[in-house]
Structures are given as structure tokens and as C-alpha cells.
């Protein structure tokens, strides 16, 4: 096919190489005849010409409108920019939930999967935050970069976390869980191949449900860090036709920070009240919520500590 289109663009070199032929045994003519003619060959059409119409053949035409695939590029309409991240870290966090992420494999397969869980880590004074007291490593430079900016970093020695810089020094999001919603099957491959030999078959609201668990099932690698999360090729974001409302969000303390005193309490976590594929349900921040005490509308200096830590559900974490 290539070759073939390739023959058809020779061919109309050929012809334009004979116009070209004919024009120079045409006498001249006036200096605007001239001229006309001389747009003519760099593929414009003279005033004059624009009154007849002009005939192509079927060749001609093809050779004109035919485009490789090759060189072609989908690109996502509904994709999020730069703009999106460029807000403050809980911001940021809330407005992730129902947004979808879309990973493209290398041999083209789209994995697809609704944001339902997020942390905020806020640098600075966030005791729980890698970014600490303004600390910058080499681990941790991508949180220090533009908003944006994927942060994938190993825990355990073994499993990674993905997590999206935001507007803010040193500050990110960390994405907890996600329900899948496209590829499926190829995410079971992607856990089964890390998971113990006789371990169950998993359930879809399984394969996401959990920051490792996301990063397996969608095969994100320790390379991702530091990429363009707003321009990057193979993981990007997109919204969703049915955005999460205000009045869904939980806010709840965030998990498996409880070393680090008062911020291990702060409901810095957000969650879809009552999605499946949420990591770890808190029944008492959901009351709390509901009741009118709507702590995710709280900055991090004035939320109060959650003292409800004991009605919590947890599932497997990995």
C-alpha cells in the first residue's frame, strides 16, 4: 500500500514535469499572462482560471486525498493540559476523581480506567510528604517540577505508586485507586504475572484498587517518572462524561502514614462515596460528611484531626 501510494506521487511529478514542458514552448504573452502562469507551478490557480472549471482525472485525485496511515496520529480530544494540573494540591486531588486514565500499550491496546481515589501530599510543612521541609532528592525531583509531572517511585523494594506533581512547591497527588473500564483482560495478565501461583482468579473491582495494584494492572513503569503527564504519548488523562459532584467526594485521613503524628489524622484523602473499587472505605468520615461536617472543603492548617480511624474498612494492599 505504501509502495503503491509512493507510485502515484512519482506520477504526478511526471505530469508536473510535462506542464512545465508545454509552458516553455507556449510563446510568451503579456507580463501578466506571464506572471499568472508562474503561480500556476508552484500550485496555485490563476484569477483567470478560477472562472473554468478545472478537470482531474480519478489518478490525479486519489494521488492528491490518499494519506498514509502511518503517518497519522490519533490524538485525544478530551485530553487534560497543562491548565488542568496547574492548581493547588487538594484541588487538584478532588478534581482528579472521575477523570480517566488512559495507558497505550506498545503494540497500540488502550487501558483504560476511571480515577476514583486520590491523596494529597503537600510538601512543605506535610510531615508526610517526601518532599518534607522543602527536601529535594533524586528520588523525589519530580514533585518539585512543573504541574503535571508523573512521580513514580518503588516502596517495598518491589512495587511502584504513580503520582501527578501539582501547583505548589514540592507538592502531588497520589493516585490510589482506579476502576477499569477498558482492557480487562489484559490487566489480569498484568496482576496474574505478579501475583502467586495458585493465587485466585481476581475480580475487576480488584484489579485497580490499590496505588501498586493500579501501576501493575495498567503496567506503568519506573521510566514514566518525570514525564509530561499533559504531552506524553503512552499515559495521558481525559474527562469523563459524568463528572464526580462536590457532594461525592470523601474526605478521610489518608493511609499508611500513621508515624507521622497530626498529619497521619488530616483528611487529606478523597474518595467516590460508595464506588466498589475504592481501596479503603471510612464509614465515620462518610457520617461526618453527611451530617454537614464536609471536612474536604477544609484547607490542610484548619481540618481537625479524624478520630474515627477504628471504623475502618480495609482490602488487601500490595
Same mark, same amino acid.
Given at each position: 500500500m505504501v509502495f503503491f501510494s509512493c507510485l502515484k506521487v512519482s506520477r504526478g511529478n511526471v505530469m508536473a514535469g510535462s506542464k512545465r514542458k508545454i509552458l516553455a514552448l507556449t510563446p510568451a504573452g503579456t507580463p501578466e499572462e506571464t506572471v499568472n502562469k508562474q503561480i500556476d507551478l508552484?500550485?496555485?490557480?490563476?484569477?483567470?482560471k478560477l472562472k473554468k472549471p478545472i478537470h482531474q482525472s480519478e489518478d490525479d485525485q486519489s494521488a492528491e486525498t490518499e494519506k498514509s496511515h502511518y503517518f497519522t496520529k490519533k490524538i485525544p480530544q478530551h485530553r487534560l493540559g497543562e491548565d488542568f494540573f496547574n492548581q493547588p494540591c487538594i484541588s487538584l486531588a478532588k478534581a482528579?476523581?472521575?477523570?480517566?486514565?488512559?495507558?497505550?500499550?506498545?503494540?497500540?491496546?488502550?487501558?483504560?480506567?476511571?480515577?476514583?481515589?486520590?491523596?494529597?501530599?503537600?510538601?512543605?510543612?506535610?510531615?508526610?510528604?517526601?518532599?518534607? $521541609?522543602?527536601?529535594?532528592?533524586?528520588?523525589?525531583?519530580?514533585?518539585?517540577?512543573?504541574?503535571?509531572?508523573?512521580?513514580?517511585?518503588p516502596i517495598y523494594g518491589i512495587y511502584l505508586c504513580m503520582n501527578v506533581s501539582?501547583?505548589?512547591? $514540592?507538592?502531588?497527588?497520589?493516585?490510589?485507586?482506579?476502576?477499569?473500564?477498558?482492557?480487562?483482560?489484559?490487566?489480569?495478565?498484568?496482576?496474574?504475572? %505478579?501475583?502467586?501461583?495458585?493465587? %485466585?482468579?481476581?475480580?475487576?473491582?480488584?484489579?485497580?484498587?490499590?496505588?501498586?495494584?493500579?501501576?501493575?494492572?495498567?503496567?506503568?513503569?519506573?521510566?514514566?517518572?518525570?514525564?509530561?503527564?499533559?504531552?506524553?504519548?503512552?499515559?495521558?488523562?481525559? %474527562?469523563?462524561?459524568?463528572?464526580a459532584e462536590p457532594q461525592d467526594i470523601v474526605s478521610a485521613p489518608r493511609i499508611g502514614i500513621e508515624s507521622h503524628g497530626e498529619w497521619a489524622?488530616?483528611?487529606?484523602?478523597?474518595?467516590? %462515596?460508595?464506588?466498589p473499587c475504592v481501596s479503603v472505605v471510612n464509614k465515620e468520615a462518610e457520617r461526618q460528611s453527611l451530617s454537614g461536617n464536609v471536612m474536604c472543603h477544609l484547607g490542610p492548617s484548619d481540618v481537625k484531626p479524624d478520630t474515627g480511624q477504628h471504623n475502618v474498612k480495609r482490602t488487601s494492599q500490595e
Open positions: 508552484v500550485g496555485k490557480v490563476s484569477p483567470a482528579l476523581l472521575g477523570k480517566v486514565m488512559i495507558r497505550r500499550c506498545a503494540d497500540g491496546t488502550e487501558l483504560r480506567g476511571r480515577i476514583v481515589e486520590t491523596e494529597a501530599y503537600l510538601g512543605g510543612e506535610d510531615k508526610a510528604s517526601h518532599s518534607a $521541609g522543602g527536601k529535594r532528592t533524586e528520588r523525589n525531583t519530580a514533585m518539585f517540577m512543573k504541574p503535571g509531572t508523573i512521580y513514580v517511585y501539582s501547583k505548589g512547591e $514540592g507538592a502531588a497527588v497520589l493516585l490510589r485507586s482506579l476502576e477499569p473500564l477498558q482492557g480487562q483482560p489484559v490487566m489480569k495478565q498484568l496482576r496474574v504475572a %505478579r501475583r502467586k501461583e495458585g493465587a %485466585r482468579q481476581l475480580k475487576d473491582k480488584e484489579l485497580c484498587n490499590g496505588p501498586s495494584k493500579l501501576c501493575q494492572a495498567l503496567d506503568i513503569p519506573r521510566c514514566f517518572d518525570r514525564r509530561d503527564l499533559a504531552s506524553d504519548p503512552e499515559v495521558w488523562l481525559e %474527562r469523563d462524561t459524568n463528572p489524622k488530616k483528611p487529606l484523602r478523597f474518595y467516590l %462515596r460508595g464506588h
